[in-house]
Antibody, heavy 118, light 108 residues
């Protein structure tokens, strides 16, 4: 079964850091680009970051550029998101999502909640 | 940056057809996938960027795209279709993905 499982969310103070992980199984992880998407409480989806299959290319939403870092370890079938200098507005459920053959996200994880509060 | 505009809500009676629009500048030249998100769950791809339905998505779901509006059509709406629906595009000018604001589909 194709599956993505996120972990690492939690409560962190403003200015703090957190590292999210996403474990992939059931498919050839190294063949797919990956993304992080977040959803603030009661709000819509917001794309956060992209990484190509072998980490040659990364992109970030303007709202997180310079504060978040996406990475992957194909040997461990894992995707990561390092969140630094966190702000209250970063509070959200963070989903990892596999990029499909086209310009879409065909597989999503269940999400992990990040709460930034003092 | 590229903006996608969706109606905040659409209501439809069971058995009728629901139409959810997604407006964007020259969106007709882009591939537009659609996602369904039921309460408390992760989004699910219901129409791919190529306009196909992934495995497990019923034929009642279809999409079209023209000029400045993309449309998701759900035929013979059922209670289980009640959810939030999102459109998405890849903005090549900024190397960013963009989501519409989402449309809450209510089955009356």
């Amino acid at each position: 079964e194709v599956e993505l499982v996120e972990a690492g969310g939690g409560l962190v103070q403003p200015g703090g850091s957190l590292r999210l992980s996403c474990a992939a199984s059931g498919f050839t992880f190294s063949s797919h680009s990956m993304n992080w998407v977040r959803q603030a409480p009661g709000k819509g989806l917001e794309w956060v970051s992209y990484i190509s299959s072998h980490s040659h290319s990364t992109h970030y939403a303007d709202s997180v550029e310079g504060r978040f870092t996406i990475s992957r370890d194909n040997a461990k079938n894992s995707l990561y998101l390092q969140l630094d200098n966190l702000r209250a507005e970063d509070t959200a459920v963070y989903y990892c999502a596999r990029k499909g053959i086209g310009q879409d996200f065909d597989i999503w994880g269940q999400g992990t909640l990040v709460t930034v509060s003092s | 940056s590229y903006v996608l505009t969706q109606p905040s809500s659409v209501s439809v009676a069971p058995g009728q057809t629901a139409t959810i629009t997604c407006g964007g500048n020259k969106i007709g030249s882009k591939s537009v996938p659609w996602y369904r998100q039921r309460p408390g769950l992760a989004p699910v791809l219901v129409v791919s960027a190529d306009g196909d339905r992934p495995s497990g998505i019923p034929e009642r779901f279809s999409a079209s795209n023209s000029e400045n509006t993309a449309t998701l059509t759900i035929s013979r709406v059922e209670a289980g279709d009640e959810a939030d629906y999102y459109c998405q595009v890849w903005d090549s000018s900024s190397d960013h993905w963009v989501f519409g604001g989402g449309t809450k589909l209510t089955v009356l």
